[in-house]
């Protein structure tokens, strides 16, 4: 008889993520970056997709867009079209969101055009107990554009779960 293992998670933090459903915009949108960087356009779908990932003031900061270029290079275009390959094929929304035992943030840039707020309260609603936080001013990489208040919010959130 085999004993299935059992977990606990104190929280769960979602960060700029989807319940799972894109539009077909947004699956066609990755499907051209990824045309993009199989044809050797990498470092073009890199430059192209800084106003998608920050804000308008963000893409103005030399360190803030740097940061994002080296993270975004890190990864590499193999492992991108990779990952955006997989999305791509999701072929519905998470439907076992309910069944998440564990309290839950949800957060998601106030400007990000990367995922929507649609999608952020969707996974609020599907997910108990949860909490669902907007940071103003800042766009898909919360934590490169505003780490102060990432952290305060997530140093805090981790202090009530106790």
């Not at 929507?116 to 001013?137: C, F, V, Y």
């Not at 305060?152 to 202090?159: A, I, K, N």
Request: charged share 25%; proline share 5%; hydrophobic share 40%.
């Amino acid at each position: 008889m085999s004993k299935e293992p059992s977990l606990f998670f104190s929280g769960l933090v979602l960060l700029s993520t989807t319940d799972g459903y894109l539009p077909d915009a947004t699956k066609d949108a990755m499907r051209k970056a990824i045309d993009v960087m199989n044809s050797g356009g990498f470092e073009q779908y890199v430059d192209d997709s800084i106003p998608l990932y920050l804000t308008e003031e963000g893409a103005k900061d030399p360190v803030l867009v740097n940061q994002i270029k080296n993270m975004m290079y890190d990864v590499g275009a193999d492992l991108a079209m990779r990952q955006y390959g997989a999305i791509i094929n999701m072929d519905k929304a998470f439907d076992h969101l309910f069944e998440i035992s564990c309290p839950a943030l949800v957060v998601r840039g106030g400007e990000d055009q990367r995922t929507s707020l649609e999608n952020a309260k969707s996974l609020s609603d599907d997910i108990p107990n949860t909490h669902l936080e907007i940071i103003k001013g800042s766009a898909h990489f919360v934590p490169f554009a505003k780490p102060d208040v990432f952290g305060r919010l997530l140093g805090s959130w981790l202090g009530s779960l106790s």
